[in-house]
């Protein structure tokens, strides 16, 4: 993997918590409650924003109204979003990559896609689901996370295409992108408030690297006994 690549081996490890070194995990909840706060601002901006505007023509508008089901969640943003770390156990990094997807899609000029009260379920649950696909090596399939995020399988799947064709199917993330954002959400959260996904994104990268050079010396041992 290269060095300014995020992958999921470089999330699946424990980060320091705390200055006596104590290994602590990520708190999904934490991550949840500063995301459901920032998205829900978002919203709230966004439809500002878009009020009295022309909708766009196009094929990107074609796939962007896709998501706008014309109904609103039942439930607050929290609580929906949630429902992914508790029942699809989404890590706390798969919400920051698919916050870097969203605020992707919002940047695309004149196929900007900003996430509003009519289309926050089917967006969100398509970029939960993508994020994740990037980021872990297993995944529950689209089924659940369909049921997970309130819509039908083949919805969802649909759904899931017309979001690689907004993002032009630039998924990378790479390490430096991934930092910036979870200091975003740690200013969000209050100066770190618990929040340590980038301490822990470069412990997981050192531990990587430690455990690669250390199976490269191996190798050799390892061949010779053979």
Excluded: W
């Excluded at 999330?11 to 459901?36: E, N």
């Excluded at 689209?142 to 295409?161: I, K, P, R, T």
């Amino acid at each position: 993997m290269a060095s300014d690549e995020l992958g999921s081996d470089a999330c699946a490890f424990p980060c320091v918590g705390g200055d006596d070194g104590a290994m602590a995990a990520l708190s999904p909840t934490v991550v949840v409650s500063v995301l459901a706060s920032l998205l829900e601002r978002h919203i709230a901006r966004n439809e500002r924003a878009l009020a009295g505007t022309t909708a766009a023509t196009g094929e990107d508008a074609r796939r962007a109204a896709a998501f706008d089901g014309g109904t609103v969640l039942d439930m607050g943003m929290r609580e929906f979003l949630e429902r992914f770390s508790r029942y699809a156990h989404v890590s706390p990094q798969v919400y920051v990559v698919a916050y870097a997807y969203l605020d992707r899609l919002r940047r695309g000029g004149a196929g900007a896609v900003r996430v509003v009260a009519t289309n926050a379920q089917r967006l969100l649950t398509a970029a939960i689901l993508v994020a994740s696909k990037f980021v872990e090596d297993r995944n529950y399939k689209n089924s659940y996370f369909a049921a997970v995020g309130g819509l039908g399988a083949a919805e969802l799947s649909s759904l899931e295409l017309d979001f690689l064709f907004l993002m032009r199917f630039r998924l990378n993330v790479s390490v430096s992108v991934f930092r910036s954002y979870c200091r975003h959400l740690e200013r969000e959260a209050g100066h770190g408030g618990g929040y340590q996904v980038e301490r822990c994104l470069e412990k997981a990268l050192l531990v990587s690297s430690g455990e690669a050079q250390r199976q490269h010396r191996q190798a050799p041992a390892a061949a010779a006994a053979q």
